[in-house]
Nanobody, 121 residues
Framework: QVQLVESGGGLVQAGGSLRLSCAAS????????MGWFRQAPGKEREFVGA???????YYADAVKGRFTISRVNAKNTVYLEMDSLKSDDTAVYYC???????????????WGQGTQVTVSS
C-alpha cells in the first residue's frame, strides 16, 4: 500500500511559478513510476506528466517546456515544477503511483487527494 500526499498548491499570478510536492509512504518508492494529473472544473482529469523509475520523464503537450518533474528517492518525494503558468493551468493537481511501469494514462494504482492550483490572469 502506498499513500500519497500532495502539497504546494495555491494562488499565483499568470506568468508565475509554483512547485508541487508529493510525499509517498513506504520503503519501495524507488520502484514506482509517478504521474501527475490535473482536473479543472467541469473537465475530465488529464495527464500532465510522469517520471519513471529510471527518472525518464514524459509530458503532455500543453505543459511541455513549462513544467518539470523530478524525484528524490531518498525523500520518497516527487516534484512538479511549474513555470510560466497560465490561467488554463488552474486545476486540482493529483499525483499517482504505479508499480515499476510508467503510464501515460490514468492507469495508476494509488492516488493522492489533490492540491488546488489557481492561476489568476
Amino acid at each position: 500500500q502506498v499513500q500519497l500526499v500532495e502539497s504546494g498548491g495555491g494562488l499565483v499570478q499568470a506568468g508565475g511559478s509554483l512547485r508541487l510536492s508529493c510525499a509517498a509512504s513506504g520503503r519501495t518508492f524507488s520502484s514506482y513510476a509517478m504521474g501527475w494529473f490535473r482536473q479543472a472544473p467541469g473537465k475530465e482529469r488529464e495527464f500532465v506528466g510522469a517520471i519513471g523509475v529510471g527518472s525518464n520523464t514524459y509530458y503532455a503537450d500543453a505543459v511541455k517546456g513549462r513544467f518539470t518533474i523530478s524525484r528524490v528517492n531518498a525523500k520518497n518525494t516527487v516534484y512538479l515544477e511549474m513555470d510560466s503558468l497560465k490561467s488554463d493551468d488552474t486545476a486540482v493537481y493529483y499525483c499517482a503511483a504505479r508499480y515499476l511501469v510508467l503510464a501515460l494514462t490514468s492507469a495508476y494504482d494509488y492516488w493522492g487527494q489533490g492540491t488546488q492550483v489557481t492561476v489568476s490572469s
